[in-house]
């Protein structure tokens, strides 16, 4: 049985990478903090936990050195974006110090014992900021625009340096996926959310940052899929749906999926939201993810949204039966 070892469990991504690897009959570890709320128990087979902390580089290296995983999945860090400004100094230790030791640790594991170990890094649109072509590709440059980006940023280059070397790494730039996973720091679960408490007649008001920004909205399962493939082939993938929206084509969906049409009196913008900067577009090709690992996405913005709604009024309808 193969064995793969997941940083960033518990998030979104990184729960149905476990889900999906654990249907294809690998055996699961993942890195959980003391404090992280663990999944419920399931019938199905589950992930083995270990307890610890990105930060503690000697703790990860001693995870992969007894594990001998056959892949690495990088997934953890800090994920907002917003909130690496008020956290540079963290953002850096969990999101990009933690690829050196997992990519170091890989690399004895290998020399140790012998066999190909993979390592598979989830890294960010965010690598590429104001971008300087649309759509993005692998090789478009990388000049971030916030702390997360550049610790991502860190991460990708170092993935090329131990590919380089002769490690099986690949590192999968992923523009933003989506799920009723995702937790509400990030714009499209507080707009379904908080389209499904109006719907609800909870509350009357959505307040929003940036209306214009464009982004390439993916389903999450999609891109945990993605990562898995990459682990065959070491190479840098694109990993994004090819279109493009704005965040007030997200809000005009989110509303209509609850019959709204007139969705701009139900929004107001409020300057706490914006950013210092915020990348303009974010439009990804992934036709190498395409071609080389047959990846395509399987459902569009709309699909995203109805299911992103339909879970959120389900959610409020059940706390309130
Ligand atoms: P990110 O792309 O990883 O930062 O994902 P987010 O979902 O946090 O943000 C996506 C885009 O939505 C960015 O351009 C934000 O500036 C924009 N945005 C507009 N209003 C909001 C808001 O209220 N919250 C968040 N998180 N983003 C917002």
Known sequence: ?????????????GSYLAEHLLEDGWN?????READPRPEASAAPAPTLHEGDLMDSARLGELVESLEPEVVFNLGGLTSVAASWSAPI?????????????LDACRRLSARNGRRVSFVQASSAEIFGQAEEVPQRESTPIRPLNPYGAAKAYGHHLVGVYRAAGLNASSCILFNHESPRRPETFVTRKITAGVARI???????????????????????????????AAERPDDYVIA??????????????????????WRSHVE??????????????????????????????????????????????????SDA
């Open 1 to 13: 049985m193969r064995t793969a070892f997941i940083t960033g469990i518990t998030g979104q991504t």
């Open 28 to 32: 699961v570890h993942g890195l959980v």
């Open 90 to 102: 963290e953002t850096e230790m969990v999101t990009a110090r933690p690829v050196a030791v997992l």
């Open 199 to 229: 719907h609800l007649g909870l509350e009357s008001k959505l307040r929003l940052g940036n209306l214009d920004a464009v982004r390439d909205w993916g389903w999450a399962p999609d891109y945990a899929r993605a990562l898995a493939l």
């Open 241 to 262: 749906t090819g279109v493009a929206h704005s965040v007030a084509e997200f809000v005009a969906l989110a509303f209509a999926a609850v019959g709204i049409t007139d």
């Open 269 to 318: 913008q409020d300057p706490a939201f914006m950013r210092p900067s915020d990348a303009a577009i974010q439009l990804g090709d992934a036709s190498r993810a395409r071609d080389v690992l047959g990846w395509s996405p399987s459902m569009d913005l709309e699909s995203v949204v109805s299911a992103m709604v339909a879970h959120d009024v389900a959610l409020l309808e059940a």
